[in-house]
């Protein structure tokens, strides 16, 4: 059975940091599509960036390039968003998301292609 669970969520200004964490059980993240995603009140989840698999290399939309980071700990079966010079629109509830069947750009970049998903963790900026 798998499991992502998120943490890390929090209250923070304007031009903060905050960092989430992702941690996966009942199997292994190493060779799947890893994601973050953010859904903001009466919006549409969205992706916000992810880890391409095999090659491991990061991608991420347009507004949080630079802000942004993505990184996975192989060992602790993690991933983790640091997100910096925070911004009011960057409010939402986070979730980490596998592919549990697939991996390759193609499908890294299939939203319809994530089967594994967390709970989220609430980021409120003001």
């Known amino acids: 059975h798998v499991q992502l669970v998120e943490s890390g969520g929090g209250s923070v200004q304007a031009g903060g940091s905050l960092t989430l964490s992702c941690v996966a059980s009942?199997?292994?993240?190493?060779?799947?599509?890893l994601a973050w995603f953010r859904q903001a009140p009466g919006e549409e989840r969205k992706k916000v960036g992810g880890?391409?698999?095999?090659?491991?290399?990061?991608y991420y939309i347009d507004p949080v390039k630079g802000r942004f980071t993505i990184s996975q700990d192989n060992a602790k079966n993690a991933l983790y968003l640091e997100m910096s010079s925070l911004k009011p629109d960057d409010s939402g509830m986070y979730y980490c998301a596998a592919t549990t069947t697939g991996w390759g750009e193609i499908v890294c970049n299939t939203n319809s292609a994530y089967n594994a998903w967390g709970r989220g963790t609430q980021v409120t900026v003001s």
């Open positions: 009942g199997y292994t993240s190493r060779d799947n599509c």
């Open positions: 880890i391409y698999k095999p090659d491991g290399t990061t």
